[in-house]
């Protein structure tokens, strides 16, 4: 599964962006797919996630303001962000957790950076 993320850019506080991460290959083993982020100087955190069954998961920090959807014909996930605050400025990448041979094995996409200005 090989992922490739976009949307990212430059927004004012308050702003809003949609991200997309379109993923490639073995698509019908995916078993969901997160964003993450990390911004300089800081771990990646888990953003929010969407499972094969449509279940959707959120950091807590993000709760209210991001949605997390996707568009199973175009193998294509978003993040739909609202209410942008600087704090949200970040790397943000798309992972996903595919079964094969057996097994679950996760890939991640290069990222798309976001950046909020004050």
């Known amino acids: 599964v090989q992922l490739q993320a976009s949307g990212g850019g430059l927004v004012q506080a308050g702003g809003s962006l949609r991200l997309s991460c379109a993923a490639s290959?073995?698509?019908?083993?995916?078993?969901?797919i997160a964003w993450h982020r990390q911004a300089p100087g800081k771990q990646r955190e888990l953003v929010a996630g969407i499972r094969s069954d449509g279940n959707t998961d959120y950091a807590d920090s993000v709760k209210g303001r991001f949605t997390i959807s996707r568009d199973n014909a175009k193998n294509t996930v978003y993040l739909q962000m609202n209410g942008l605050r600087p704090e949200d400025t970040a790397r943000y990448y798309c992972?996903?957790?595919?079964?094969?041979?057996?097994?679950?094995?996760?890939?991640w996409g290069p990222g798309t950076q976001v950046t909020v200005s004050s």
């Open positions: 290959g073995t698509t019908s083993s995916i078993k969901a």
């Open positions: 992972n996903a957790r595919f079964a094969t041979m057996g097994e679950i094995k996760g890939s």
